[in-house]
């Protein structure tokens, strides 16, 4: 790029923190209440021992012997949580892009994409982690009111919280699994940027700006490239998070090999299907939701942010 087309660049438009937040927790909110029974049966195969048949028969037996919301079960801890989540994560990307940048302005190689996502991974899981341990504990109870695993049933996420701290401590009780969300994240928002930008670009010509709709498409194909860069790893997340005591050693490799013994390859997918459904309706209500939070004249690299609503690990399994 010459000189002379630098100094042209205009520096983007500013909107407050204020504004980039309310509008990141309610996309996000959206895709939370939207994404939440898809992520139920996800949670749900992944640590099946020969219950379900198949995600369709997760979903039957979910409503037949608990109640249609029992597929919102865990809502509560992301719908809480994705305001600061986002925040974090937002933060995060948008500083390891600027460190990245040899100039303000520049477009980065997707190389340089996939390394910021993954540094803003690494940060985001700090919070993600207990979001999604919360989460996680609340949708593995199959029932009413009684486990059958050996676990305490839980009302809800304090009483969760409260029951892991108690029990195993802060770092082994409300953060356990920590590790294995950093482990997965750093591919994950590497895979979700990269397929972000790589579409958009394809689709938006140089100059212009996206319209909603090819950034919700392009929002999509991160959703995907998310899952497909990260899913045996969050197989490992949820086993790790949703045992009954806190692991111990080098726990994702050795949860691999158990899960790989267990159920052979398959097993490291279980869940990947309602994974991949749930892209499309959740980046659907994250972006239409933003677009009518934002103020008229909302910058397209406010869209660019929310994209990554979506696909949260609380979050995301958090989610």
Not at 12 to 34: E, H, R, W, Y
Not at 57 to 67: F, L, S, Y
Not at 80 to 94: E, H, M, P, Q
Not at 131 to 146: N, R, T
Request: aromatic share 10%; net charge positive.
């Amino acid at each position: 790029m010459s000189a002379e087309s630098i100094a042209v660049i205009a520096p983007p438009k500013q909107t407050s923190a204020a504004a980039d937040f309310i509008a990141g927790n309610m996309g996000g909110m959206c895709q939370v209440l939207v994404g939440q029974p898809l992520d139920t049966i996800k949670v749900r195969l992944q640590l099946d021992s020969g219950r379900f048949n198949g995600a369709m028969d997760c979903a039957v037996q979910t409503i037949k012997n608990e109640g249609f919301f029992a597929l919102y079960k865990g809502m509560a801890s992301p719908l809480v949580g994705i305001g600061a989540v986002n925040a974090l994560l937002f933060a995060a990307n948008t500083e390891c892009r600027r460190l990245l940048q040899s100039y303000p302005g520049e477009q980065l190689p997707l190389y340089k994409i996939a390394i910021a996502g993954s540094g803003a991974g690494i940060v985001n899981s700090v919070l993600a982690s207990p979001v999604e341990m919360l989460k996680i504990k609340l949708q593995a109870q199959f029932g009413k009111g009684a486990s059958g695993s050996g676990q305490r049933y839980y009302s809800g996420p304090i009483d969760c919280a409260q029951d892991l701290i108690r029990q195993h401590g802060v770092a082994n009780g409300l953060f356990r699994g920590l590790w294995a969300t950093v482990v997965r994240e750093i591919p994950a928002y590497a895979g979700f940027y990269v397929g972000f930008e790589a579409t958009k670009r394809t689709l938006v010509k140089e100059g212009q700006e996206a319209s909603v709709l090819q950034l919700m498409t392009a929002g999509a194909a991160g959703g995907l490239g998310y899952w497909a860069a990260c899913y045996p790893l969050d197989v490992v997340k949820s086993k790790v998070q949703n045992q009954v005591e806190p692991p111990r050693g080098f726990y994702i490799i050795s949860t691999l090999k158990t899960i790989h013994a267990e159920s052979g390859f398959a097993g490291l997918f279980r869940g990947f299907g309602p994974s991949l459904v749930r892209a499309i309706p959740a980046a659907g209500a994250t972006f239409s939701n933003c677009i009518r939070t934002y103020n008229a004249g909302y910058r397209e690299e406010q869209l660019d942010i929310t994209a990554s609503i979506f696909v949260m690990t609380i979050a995301a399994d958090a989610a």
